[in-house]
Each structure stands twice: as structure tokens, then as C-alpha cells.
């Protein structure tokens, strides 16, 4: 029995159902994380690329849906999907967490990871991040945490320069300057930017910590979104964790490991509300479950 199955035995705060739904393993996903090159083209061409004579971050750029939707990326003008209704499930405990803080760091910093690459946490995040997006009454920030292999920039088909990395290196630069408006309502932007050898002591700098706090707190009704590295793939992804509200851990069936899913679960052991979603991969009834871990 594998990890993922064995997880949703262990407690199940949700009722099962034959859909794709939330399941658990309380207190305290189609697997690409990217798409190639090829296809980092072909979005881009039919999307569009945003004006860069200013010099700053554009106001706004435009996303070709048509392209996420290949990729089964929820879009706001999508019909019901599966894997729509899945995520929706799966937003509205990380919203309720959201609308209800303890006294932790702030709810509305949500960190996606997993415990290795390839196992589909890019695609989560990006989906999680549309999704909330369509919520009436909430913004989103999707940033591009995983500053050694930044995915979100060819996941949804755009080019991008500076980022996060930016910021932190040179105070001159305003976090304002390098996030990217997006066509889809409600939906932002903010790069990895330059990749850097002492990227883990960056992130775990006060000047990230300030961003934090402003990114947490400067709009009541904004969710941050952080694409991360693999927990057990780079240091940066416990740095980041250290300062998470909740934490998202993706978990491929029949891929991750019992002793690789514990060992990434004590790697961020700081943050209160850890989330695990159960992504079934490619079987005919495939499916994405979510749940509170802990014990």
C-alpha cells in the first residue's frame, strides 16, 4: 500500500465521496510542474508578453487561457471541471483557515511544496491561485518561490524578468516594481527574478521577512500563494516555511515514499496548519484529496 493511500486511512475529516475531493491524513495533482520549453513558446505567442519601456514590472500581461486550459489549469471562463470542483473543495479549507487566524504568522500566506520534484506541485499552486481568484470577495498573489527552478512563468505560457530575488538584493527596487498584473481578474504576479547562490540566506533575511509582513498585510483581502521548492530537494523551502501561515504538501500516489513523506513533514514542523493533498495521478478515476495533517 502506498503512502497516499495509506495517508487517507490514517483520519479522514471529510466524507468520501466518488468524485475528485478533498481526503485527510487534524490540528497540529495531473502531475507536471511545468510545461517544456516547446510549449513555454507556445504560450507565450498566443499570449501576449507586456510592454517593457518603462523599464518597471508592466501593469499588466495577458494569460492564454486556452493554453492553461490544455493543461487542465482552471481558468474563470472554464466549464465545470473534475478537477475544477476539486480545487474548490480544497480552497475552502485554506479560506476558512484564512477568515478564522490563530495567533501564528498570517493565514493568508499559503505555501505549496512536496517532498521531491515531479510531483505536481506547480500545477496545485497555480490552480489554487485561479481559483481563489474567482472567489467574490478575494485577491490572489502568486509567487514564484522555487527561485532555483522558477515554473510558474512557463506553466502558464509568460516571460517575466525581475522578481523576488530582485527585491531582496537591492533595496532600490519596490516590491510594487516587479509584480505583474494579469488579465485574469484579481490575479498577480510576482517572479523568482535573478537566481542567486546565497538565495536561502536571502529568504531568511529580515528585509524578507518585512516583504512578508507587507505582502500579508497591506490588503485585507489578498492571498498569497507560494510556489516553493521541493522540501527535500532544496534548504530554501524550510527557510520559507519557518514564516508560512499554512502549508499545502502535494503528494504523488504510487510515486512518494512513507520514509520521504515523513522526513519532508518534520522539515516544517514550525507551521500549525499543514495541508495534504493526495494528487491519484494518471488513472482513469484520478483525483485530487485534501486534508489536515497531524496527529
Known amino acids: ?19 475528485l475531493i478533498e481526503r485527510a491524513v487534524s490540528s497540529k495533482g495531473p502531475r507536471p510542474d511545468s510545461a517544456n520549453d516547446r510549449n513555454l513558446a507556445k504560450g ?6 507586456a510592454e517593457r ?14 493554453w492553461l486550459r490544455e493543461q487542465s489549469i482552471v481558468t474563470p471562463a472554464s466549464e465545470r471541471t473534475a478537477i475544477g470542483e476539486s480545487f474548490r473543495r480544497v480552497k475552502r479549507q485554506i479560506l476558512a483557515n484564512v477568515a478564522n487566524p490563530g495567533a501564528g504568522a498570517p493565514t493568508n500566506l499559503v505555501m505549496v511544496t ?30 514564484d518561490a522555487d527561485v532555483a527552478k522558477p515554473s510558474v512563468p512557463r506553466t502558464l505560457g509568460i516571460e517575466v524578468g525581475k522578481g523576488l530575488m530582485d527585491v531582496l538584493l537591492d533595496p532600490r527596487i519596490d516590491l510594487a516594481d516587479v509584480m505583474w498584473r494579469t488579465d485574469i481578474e484579481k ?3 510576482l517572479p523568482a527574478g ?15 521577512r518585512a516583504l512578508l509582513t507587507e505582502m500579508a498585510t497591506r490588503y485585507h483581502d489578498r492571498v498569497i500563494i507560494f510556489d516553493s521548492p521541493p522540501l527535500l530537494a532544496a534548504s530554501e523551502a524550510g527557510v520559507l516555511a519557518s514564516c508560512m ?9 504510487g510515486k512518494t515514499t512513507e520514509h520521504d513523506l515523513k522526513d519532508a513533514l518534520r522539515r516544517i514542523e514550525s507551521c500549525d496548519i499543514v495541508g ?9 478515476n484520478a483525483g485530487y484529496y485534501y486534508g489536515a495533517y497531524g496527529a
Not at 501561515?245 to 500516489?253: H, K, Y
Request: hydrophobic letters at 45%; one cysteine or more.
Open 114 to 143: 512536496s517532498s521531491l520534484e515531479g510531483e505536481g506541485k506547480t500545477f496545485c499552486a497555480t490552480n489554487l491561485a485561479i481559483s481563489i481568484a474567482m472567489e467574490m470577495d478575494r485577491t490572489v498573489l502568486l509567487v
Open 194 to 208: 535573478t537566481g542567486h547562490r546565497r538565495a536561502t540566506e536571502l529568504l531568511a533575511s529580515e528585509r524578507m
Open 245 to 253: 501561515g499554512q502549508i499545502v504538501m502535494v503528494v504523488e500516489a
Open 44 to 49: 507565450a505567442e498566443a499570449g501576449s508578453v
Open 276 to 284: 495534504v493533498v493526495l494528487n491519484k495521478g494518471g488513472a482513469p
Open 53 to 66: 519601456s518603462t523599464g518597471k514590472a508592466p501593469r499588466i500581461i495577458k494569460i492564454n487561457q486556452d
Open 1 to 19: 500500500m502506498s503512502i497516499v493511500e495509506r495517508a487517507a486511512e490514517i483520519r479522514a475529516p471529510f466524507p468520501a465521496t466518488s468524485d
Open 187 to 189: 490575479l498577480s504576479i
